[in-house]
């Protein structure tokens, strides 16, 4: 069977974990603690998947650089508190990963979430050293910016012709068209189908079992000569 795509990279909150609730809830009872007004639901999900200090820069923008900073703490405080028991991950993301991985794909996450916090989530998974590689907003740069994407493809030995990236937000989509590849959009997470068509992703899905499906139909048989 000969493949479209070699290397699969995944975002993390709202794309493999379903964490978006949790991470709104961490960003109003922040604002709360800080003093701050509080945004829309709506604005928060606009803002998940950039790295944290930029999304609390896009949400708030008369913050200095130690309010950020401060802002950034209580955040990492009260999310750490509510996430105790790591988000679960959605429906067909076990089986889904465990298949690609059989099939001989190779598989990354590129999130916008720090090293320590997916350092936790990938341990709760026993997923220590399932994935190729793993690129944290806090060890590179942020989307939507490519190097996360490029650093993943460098180490992985693939082209941006044979990858593939997966998310549910406009920073992910928008950062593999930086990286000259293509993109699957999900409308489960932070924002809706509707919102990411923009970025004319290859395929958009409202179940992550689509993915599996999409991948197996776009894989063409080889037969001997």
Known sequence: MQRDYDL????????????????????????????????????????IGLALPEAISTLYPQLVEAEVMAFRQHYAD???????????????????LDAFRAEGYRLAVATGKARRGLDRVLKANGWE?????????????GKPHPLMLEEIMAHCRVP???SLMVGDSSFDLLMAQNAGMHSVAVGYG????????VHRPQLSIEHFSQLPAWLARAATPVFPG
């Not at 949790?22 to 606009?46: T, W």
């Not at 050293?129 to 740069?141: G, K, L, M, N």
């Open 160 to 162: 941006a012709s044979r």
């Open 190 to 197: 932070a924002m809706s189908l509707e919102t990411l068509s």
């Open 129 to 141: 050293d399932f994935f190729d590689i793993t690129r944290a907003a806090d060890e590179t740069r």
């Open 78 to 96: 009260i999310y750490m508190a509510l996430d105790d028991q790591p988000s679960p991950l959605f429906p067909g993301v076990v089986e889904a």
């Open 8 to 47: 699969l990279i995944f975002d993390w909150d709202g794309t493999l974990a379903d964490s978006i609730g949790r991470i709104v809830e961490a960003m109003h009872a922040s604002a709360e603690r800080a003093g701050y007004p509080l945004c829309s639901d709506e604005a928060v999900k606009g803002i």
